[in-house]
């Protein structure tokens, strides 16, 4: 069998990083909303966590913000006048969408596309469907971006297709990967596709009472169908909706799987039983299950610490670790359990690594949040575009990069201040020649 990878590409936190609490049903980015953000902080911190996967023997790859602030949005919205004059204007108007416009949240790289590998679709090539993002305005104009730099990454047309988005309609909303978990015995096998959803049009009642249920069934079963998937091994699971309102906004702050590892809480799912027996068919061997109950810690619990935000990784000795966020430790209930876990010989999660993400979780974000899980063979990773493809050089070359252009703070009545917009694209058009991504943002075409 040919020697494939697992290659984790995180978003790179943006200069615009701030807190505006745009994300309704997420805890933590309401909570926080109005603080001041460090975003030069925040992607050091982005960049140290790919940098510790990368020394553990991990391949990682950098996926680049968007241009931010977006000039052209605010003008699609009527907003006239020079670039001050807009954000003055729209500051008076609104001040939400001059956040929106403004929002670094395509640092969450699992929200930017689903991906199946070869060994999952009918012509054996690599598919990649941009989220459309279209639950919440501030996301919804990302994926024109997201396509255009997914195109430009993975180009090669003999083993990668990139898929437009689906339509920006309510029916087919999308998120992207934090509702999409693949299971298999070794990366390079078939594996099985578990697609998470929040409401489905035929389900009447499906949905959550309180918060938004972003994920539809319809949007997963567009992207089986696009994705040349066998149906026989896919398989479609409910979230439940006490966990969505509880602020499990993505199916990822629930649980989290790797090769045949199931790590999830009890409260995750509508029907957690019969999925666990529907996942394990069509694998050929039962799942290794890692549930936490309502005994071991609270749904409130799972979302405060981000336990299930976690990364679940194959080490090149093919033990497994897991990448958690400090707030994991720092939860006594939480932390006790990881202990459990990590001692537990039953299942190969034997290490855990706690890293410092915290300008991304006072957002919302966790590590798993932070990165878009691409399986590749060998011959597909050499068509990938080499300069996103994180090495030593490329670290230092970025946490300079880093130092030099980002800002130390933002506070909310800095998004008015058209010196900041100026900087912050300027930075990005450095980024893409360090990158080597020419013409990748608007502003340079």
């Not at 510790?52 to 977006?70: E, H, I, S």
């Not at 003999?158 to 437009?164: C, I, M």
């Not at 932070?370 to 590749?376: I, Q, S």
Request: glycine share 6%; hydrophobic share 40%.
């Amino acid at each position: 069998m040919m020697t494939t990878h697992e290659v984790n590409f995180d978003g790179l936190i943006g200069p615009t990083h701030n807190y505006a609490g745009l994300s309704v049903g997420n805890v933590a980015s309401a909570t926080n909303a109005g603080l001041v953000s460090s975003p030069k902080a925040a992607a050091l911190q982005g960049l140290g966590k790919m940098k510790t996967l990368m020394d553990l023997g991990l391949m990682q790859g950098v996926l680049p913000p968007q241009q931010r602030p977006d000039f052209a949005m605010l003008r699609r919205l009527g907003f006239t006048g020079s670039d001050a004059e807009l954000l003055d204007k729209t500051h008076d108007a609104d001040p939400t969408i001059l956040a929106a416009v403004w929002s670094a949240s395509s640092m969450w790289a699992a929200n930017a596309a689903t991906v199946s590998p070869s060994a999952d679709t009918d012509d054996n090539k690599v598919h990649l469907t941009p989220a459309n993002l279209v639950s919440n305005f501030h996301r919804s104009f990302e994926h024109p971006t997201t396509t255009d730099a997914l195109r430009m990454i993975f180009r090669d047309p003999r083993h990668f297709v990139v898929h437009d988005p689906l339509p920006d309609q309510s029916r087919f909303a999308d998120e992207g990967a934090a509702n999409h978990v693949r299971f298999c015995n070794t990366h390079g096998e078939p594996g099985v596709e578990l697609f998470v959803y929040g409401v489905d049009a035929h389900e009447p009642g499906s949905g959550a009472r309180k918060f938004p249920s972003r994920q539809t069934r319809a949007a997963s079963e567009s992207i089986v169908r696009s994705h040349g998937l066998d149906p026989e091994r896919v398989v479609f699971a409910r979230q439940h909706p006490d966990a969505i309102d509880a602020g499990v906004f993505h199916n990822d702050v629930i649980s989290t799987g790797n090769g045949r590892v199931f790590l999830y809480h009890e409260q995750a799912f509508a029907a957690s039983r019969s999925l666990m027996t529907d996942l394990a068919g069509p694998l050929g061997q039962e799942l290794i299950c890692i549930e936490a109950t309502q005994s071991d810690f609270s749904l409130e619990d799972a979302v405060t610490s981000y336990l299930f935000n976690s990364q679940i990784v194959t080490l090149p000795d093919s033990s497994m670790a897991l990448i958690a966020p400090l707030e994991s430790r720092e939860n006594r209930r939480v932390g006790a359990f990881i202990e459990r876990m990590i001692a537990d010989a039953s299942n190969p999660v034997n290490a855990v690594h706690y890293l410092d993400v915290r300008e991304s979780m006072r957002n919302g974000g966790g590590p798993a949040c932070l990165r878009l899980r691409v399986v590749l063979t060998e011959k597909e990773r050499r068509a990938v575009h080499t300069g996103v493809l994180l090495n030593d050089e490329l670290h230092t070359l970025l946490c300079e990069w880093v130092e030099r252009t980002y800002p130390e703070q933002i506070a909310p009545d800095q998004l008015r201040d058209p010196s900041l917009a100026r900087s912050c694209i300027d930075a990005l058009d450095e980024l893409t020649r360090i990158l080597d991504l020419p013409g990748l943002y608007p502003f340079q075409r």
